[in-house]
């Protein structure tokens, strides 16, 4: 009960409480950042538990038949079942999986992951990934496509090798990052197929401190649109003996 003796200090800590909210919420924020819903728990990820479990998987009907990339329809696909890459013998990669489609709430985690810098986020998303995976899926090698030094200093982290260390801790596998990007490369958004891998060309090497000979790859990525980067890096390590070389995105 409240009386004239207490009140002071009831007040005061009222004050106390008001003011701890205030500085708390700076650093983390009250509302989804997706749906702007007030978050109903303290978390490290401003994002609510719905919008958390709201990506669905890419429930796709025609696949590649020799890479398995998946796609909405078959006009992509020749009569065997290949996409334009691998009639082209383009795709280094042996084949691909993705969680599923650049948009809605897996587009806007993904955004606020690698471009707000939420790191914590890459354990709700290697989870993501970890769906991503057929049953029985088993590789020597976890390792994530590397930026350019550069970028990395602009950025602060590589998304895809916080992803792939995750990955290979859920799965009990072996992470190491085998490849590097020896030069800086424009941004792909906006270019064209032939254009994206002119300009990921020979911007992979593979590191000579990760022995590769015979080894299958598991090759992480955050997002993949026309496959010239990854394709790019999994030349790199197929060059340094990887036996297989499995692309893994969310996108």
Known sequence: LINQRNAPEFLASQAFVKYIRAIFSLFF???????????ETVSRVPVCNSCLR?????????????????????????????????????AAYDAVYCYGSYEGSLRELIHLYKYSSLR?????????LDAALPPGADFDLVSPVPLHWTRRWQRGFNQ??????????????????????????????????TERRQNVR?????????????KRVLLVDDVFTTGSTVSSCAAALKAAGAAEVTVLTLA
């Not at 924020?29 to 978050?39: A, K, Q, V």
């Not at 914590?120 to 993501?128: C, D, E, F, Q, R």
């Not at 020979?202 to 015979?214: D, H, K, T």
């Open 120 to 128: 914590p986020l890459a354990g709700t998303l290697a989870g993501v």
């Open 202 to 214: 020979g911007a992979f090497q593979a590191r000579r401190a990760a022995p590769l000979a015979g």
């Open 54 to 90: 709201s990506p669905q998987p890419f429930q796709a009907e025609h696949f590649c038949r020799q890479c398995r990339t998946p796609f909405v329809n078959h006009y992509p696909l020749d009569d065997s079942g290949r996409c334009a890459l691998c009639r082209q013998g383009l």
């Open 160 to 193: 895809a090798a916080l992803l792939a260390r995750q990955v290979a801790k859920r799965r009990k596998w072996r992470f190491a990052e085998a490849a590097r990007r020896v030069r800086p490369t424009g941004v792909q958004a906006g270019l064209r197929g």
């Open 29 to 39: 924020p009250s509302d989804c950042r997706i749906c702007g819903t007030e978050l």
